[in-house]
């Protein structure tokens, strides 16, 4: 395995499904979800502690492993990825950078490589400082050493400080985001520092007690897909995104109304009303 940057076999404990995060992934997304998160793992290992790739690169990925008939399009499994970078099974900040991998990840990697020399542990590294990994010959057990960050190189200093940089400023000033406002980035609809990100919150946080979590978010996709083609300028992104969406929600869940009834004109009167 020394020349490879990919594993062939990685482990998995036997606690797995007994691990908070997976118990909240299996709530919301059953056995999908969960099969989700293990066909990543599978595509990161492949490629060694990280794979490079979009949301939307992840979501062909599993769909095209998991059967057509068990998901709704790559759209759903845009929603499950995202929820799993909400619940810290894949890191956020390197998903918004293309980049999928997690400090879990990452460890687990460490374990199945301990035995290889000169592995490289420096790029997309998510802990500080950037590690090596020898073999403790007593307790054969990986070691992880700290690398004096003088002698790194010009490029591996200048990543670091960029990431450092990042992160603070996502952590002063960056609020936390409903998985859905999180959606409406990915969509572009909004960026990362909008000032309504937590209007947006609190909207998606009201709007799932009245509707169900996949009527919401259908709703949210369409929007975001309208608001793309409109050559209008939109001046209040949020005033429209609420109007519409509660307007859009009350249209799907409205019951169809019964037209036998009626009479041509009365029904003619009717479309042209709404």
């Not at 790739?53 to 499994?77: C, E, F, M, P």
């Not at 960029?162 to 400023?169: D, T």
Request: with cysteine.
């Amino acid at each position: 395995m020394a020349n490879k940057a990919g594993l062939d076999y990685f482990n998995i404990d036997v606690d797995f499904f007994n691990d908070p995060k997976i118990i909240k992934l299996s709530k919301r997304y059953g056995p999908v979800g969960v099969m989700c998160y293990l066909i990543t793992l599978i595509s990161v290992y492949q490629k060694g502690y990280f794979l490079e790739a979009s949301i939307d690169d992840l979501a062909h990925i599993i769909l095209n492993t998991i059967n057509g008939k068990y998901v709704s399009g790559k759209y759903k499994l845009q929603e499950i990825i995202l929820y799993l970078a909400e619940i810290d099974l894949i890191d956020k900040d390197l998903l918004k950078e293309h980049v999928i991998t997690s400090r879990g990840i990452q460890k687990r990697f460490v374990v199945m490589t301990k035995s290889r020399k000169d592995q490289d542990y420096t790029k997309y590294w998510i802990s500080k400082p950037v590690i090596k990994v020898t073999k403790d010959k007593v307790k054969e057990e990986p070691v992880i050493e700290e690398v004096d960050f003088q002698h790194l190189n010009k490029e591996q200093k200048k990543r670091i400080k960029r990431k450092e940089a990042i992160k603070k400023k996502i952590k002063e000033q960056g609020p936390n985001k409903h998985y859905l406002t999180s959606c409406l980035i990915n969509y572009k609809y909004i960026d990362d520092y909008d000032l309504d990100i937590y209007l947006y919150n609190q909207l998606f946080e009201e709007l799932y007690k009245s509707y169900d979590q996949d009527t919401v978010f259908k709703a949210v996709r369409y929007l975001c897909n309208y608001a793309s083609r409109k050559t209008v300028f939109i001046e209040n992104k949020y005033q429209f995104f609420e109007k519409s969406i509660k307007d859009n929600l009350e249209r799907l869940t409205k019951p169809i109304k019964d037209y036998s009834n009626q009479t041509i004109e009365e029904f003619m009167n009717d479309l042209i009303r709404s």
